[in-house]
């Protein structure tokens, strides 16, 4: 019967806490714990003498806060989270457990040195992620690591990560699209250091004039199928010109141009110059050029261009001489003249109608060869010279190669002009000299 008594009340004293004492407690760690400047999670247990021993735990530090919070009874635990030390010094936190007082010792944080969390960067207005590398330099008494924090200053930068990492790591930021033409500049707070963004402003096209790409001719008007040149501002902020060798892009970067709503073949873009083919199907009369950037979602107005049957422009390299080779394709110059009777190349734009299909942007092939369907005219000093060739140049876009014999003349400089259609190009200079010498001083344009 006492056993049977002693088992009931042992199980009444556990049922019901019987209590024959005052409440003791201990913890674990005892009495304190000593950390890094990094921000942290510390679990504090908590034994009680007796079941029914009531208890809290309460921070007395704002940078020290207690996890579920509120009254236990017996045995528990207690999570303490630590904020970050951005300080260098050591500072002391206290949490009281049940009345007594347990301490937080962390040191200061002003070890971590971080390389990124100052600087600058500048992007484009389109331009809507960035991601920023953050290194730690040094971490000295940090062994597990510096922290870092990232806050945006300004609306139109946000911080998409979660706006802490260790070591190395990437913050990164979503940027609203710059709809002004106006740069704009904002911060970005990085563990004591601030990151500058300039998102610059938006580039609109401002066309003001399509010329001839070889005379830059206006008053003439531009030929089907010859090659352009637009001048004008906010085209791009940078260069691009199509690979050598290849068919003509009707893009290049972002930036696309529109005659008569169709696209034209590009050569090169770049700020305040645009050059391509005019696409060979364009109608005689009044056309109208627009120019895109896609990047910007911007377009310019659209800029009217007269459009003729023939406008040659001659090509000229340097000194209003025009680019001509010579039999042995040597470029013509005063001290490699071309000799009476050879022949010589000459090469222009805008000699309209052609003799073949050919789709715009396309290189000209070199079987079977393309040639004028307009009568092609030369002279030299004002003397009548013998066209052999006029088509495009093999493995050229919008390139005219015209083949002249060069007639009886002395030796000089003489003014080359060439004609398509009754349309005289601009003159561009060459060279004349006698097989038995250079070239002299003879008068330009006369013989």
């Not at 924090?149 to 930021?173: C, F, M, P, Q």
């Not at 003001?208 to 902020?237: C, H, M, Q, R, W």
Request: hydrophobic share 35%; net charge neutral.
């Amino acid at each position: 019967m006492r056993t049977a008594f002693a088992l009931v009340l042992s199980l009444v004293q556990t049922l019901f806490a019987f209590q024959s004492g005052p409440c003791k407690f201990q913890f674990q760690p005892p009495s304190g714990l000593s950390v890094d400047g990094n921000d942290r999670l510390i679990s504090l247990r908590v034994t009680a003498s007796y079941p029914t021993c009531k208890w809290d735990a309460r921070s007395y530090a704002s940078w020290v806060k207690v996890i579920s919070p509120g009254e236990k009874s017996g045995d528990g635990s207690v999570g303490i989270a630590v904020d970050l030390n951005e300080g260098s010094a050591t500072r002391d936190g206290s949490v009281v457990i049940a009345g007594n007082n347990w301490t937080i010792r962390q040191s200061g944080g002003g070890q971590c040195l971080f390389s990124g969390n100052n600087g600058s960067t500048t992007v484009e207005s389109y331009i809507t992620m960035i991601g920023h590398p953050i290194t730690v330099l040094s971490r000295s008494g940090f062994p597990n690591g510096c922290r870092w924090a990232a806050k945006s200053n300004v609306g139109w930068i946000r911080v998409t990560n979660s706006a802490s990492g260790e070591l190395h790591d990437y913050v990164n930021l979503q940027l609203d699209v710059n709809q002004s033409e106006h740069s704009r500049t904002g911060g970005v707070s990085i563990s004591g250091g601030t990151l500058t963004v300039t998102q610059r402003g938006r580039i609109v096209p401002n066309v003001s004039a399509v010329v001839n790409g070889a005379s830059f001719e206006i008053a003439k008007g531009i030929a089907p199928g010859s090659l352009f040149s637009i001048f004008g501002t906010g085209f791009a902020d940078w260069q691009r010109t199509a690979p050598p060798g290849m068919n003509l892009p009707t893009t290049l970067g972002s930036v696309s141009v529109l005659v008569n709503g169709k696209l034209a073949p590009l050569y090169h873009v770049g700020p305040r110059q645009i050059n391509g083919q005019l696409p060979r199907r364009t109608a005689i009369g009044e056309a109208s050029v627009v120019v895109t950037n896609d990047s910007y979602k911007t377009t310019s107005s659209p800029q009217p261009v007269t459009v003729v049957e023939a406008s040659p422009g001659l090509f000229q390299c340097g000194g209003k001489r025009a680019c001509v080779q010579n039999q042995d394709y040597r470029l013509n110059s005063m001290s490699d003249p071309a000799p009476v009777a050879s022949v010589v190349m000459a090469y222009l734009t805008g000699a309209g109608w052609m003799m073949g299909d050919l789709p715009d942007g396309v290189q000209a092939p070199l079987s079977p060869l393309i040639v004028c369907g307009l009568p092609v005219t030369a002279t030299i000093g004002g003397v009548d010279a013998d066209v052999l060739f006029a088509g495009l140049a093999p493995s050229f876009v919008g390139l005219v190669q015209i083949n002249i014999r060069v007639p009886e003349m002395p030796s000089g400089d003489y003014e080359l002009v060439l004609s398509v259609g009754g349309v005289a190009s601009n003159p561009g200079i060459i060279s004349i000299g006698n097989p038995n010498g250079g070239a002299g001083r003879g008068g330009s344009g006369s013989r």
